[in-house]
Antibody
Framework: VQLQESGPGLVKPSETLSLTCTVSGDSLSGHFWSWIRQPPGKTLEWLGVVNDRSSDYSPSMQTRLTISSDASKNQFSLHLNSVTAADTALYFC???????????WGQGILVTVSS | DVLMTQSPLSLPVTYGESASMSCRSTESLLYSDGNHYMDWYLQKPGQSPQLLVYFASSRASGVSDRFNGSGAGTDFTLTIREVEAEDVGIYYCMQSLYTPYTFGQGTKLEIK
């Protein structure tokens, strides 16, 4: 399985960050799919997960974050609104097993929030 | 949130020697199915993280048997036997029993 993140590398403060993860070599159906980010020089932060039926978010992101999936395109997406400089990070998409571990990762996409 | 604390933060090791690092959680990671929902990941320089160990002690597909995860409850250890150059990077533990899933701050393994 391969995952590839895509989207803008630069977003203005207060705007919405939108990223897409395209999955190849596996079907979205029957699996869980996560977004994880890593601010420069810092540790990893799990943002949320989506599957066929539902999504679950980190409470700290819940008011600003939406994760959705499109089985017809074999893609899932992240939409984070009202971004600030604190949202500047390397964003990864990952396949997540029922056991909660992330067994396949995208290469990551660096998103900078700046005017 | 469950806090994951790793030690040491920096681990200098000589080629061929063993390395050991620790991860401690603020809550027990044992679930009723008998599994500990604790994973180890390695992020090599310039790369995305890769899964090494899941359920505290199960090696992921393709991972060398030089990597051994152990522990129970709230205390876990990753041991690397005969360290090689390709093992350099930052090792993260992560718990997936409680949402939000949380990662430790990482242990940076470097060669002396």
């Amino acid at each position: 399985v391969q995952l590839q993140e895509s989207g803008p590398g630069l977003v203005k403060p207060s705007e919405t960050l939108s990223l897409t993860c395209t999955v190849s070599g596996d079907s979205l159906s029957g699996h869980f799919w996560s977004w994880i980010r890593q601010p420069p020089g810092k540790t990893l932060e799990w943002l949320g997960v989506v599957n066929d039926r539902s999504s679950d978010y980190s409470p700290s992101m819940q008011t600003r974050l939406t994760i959705s999936s499109d089985a017809s395109k074999n893609q899932f997406s992240l939409h984070l609104n009202s971004v600030t400089a604190a949202d500047t990070a390397l964003y990864f998409c990952a396949r997540t097993t029922v056991g909660g571990h992330h067994d396949s990762w995208g290469q990551g996409i660096l998103v900078t929030v700046s005017s | 949130d469950v806090l994951m604390t790793q030690s040491p933060l920096s681990l200098p090791v000589t080629y061929g020697e063993s390395a050991s690092m620790s991860c401690r959680s603020t809550e027990s990671l044992l679930y009723s199915d008998g599994n500990h929902y604790m994973d180890w990941y390695l992020q090599k320089p310039g790369q995305s993280p890769q899964l090494l160990v899941y359920f505290a002690s199960s090696r992921a597909s393709g991972v060398s048997d030089r990597f051994n995860g152990s522990g129970a409850g709230t205390d876990f250890t990753l041991t690397i036997r005969e360290v090689e150059a390709e093992d350099v990077g930052i090792y993260y533990c992560m718990q997936s029993l409680y949402t939000p899933y949380t990662f430790g701050q990482g242990t940076k393994l470097e060669i002396k």
